[in-house]
């Protein structure tokens, strides 16, 4: 099931967040990453995913 977030954090980081984590602190900084640039928002979504 990771391996689908992983993949689904890369096409688009914040639903992999939030099917993770849902909506907390972590979504709302990697939707602020994502927005800043698009790399920081999946290193963070990636991130998130492997941590837990």
């Avoid at 993949?7 to 990453?33: C, D, R, T």
């Amino acid at each position: 099931m990771d391996l689908i977030k992983i993949i689904i954090a890369i096409l688009l980081p914040p639903l992999g967040v939030f099917m993770e984590v849902g909506i907390g602190k972590q979504f709302w900084i990697n939707i602020i990453l994502t927005l800043l640039g698009y790399i920081p928002g999946i290193v963070h979504a990636v991130w998130v995913i492997a941590r837990r």
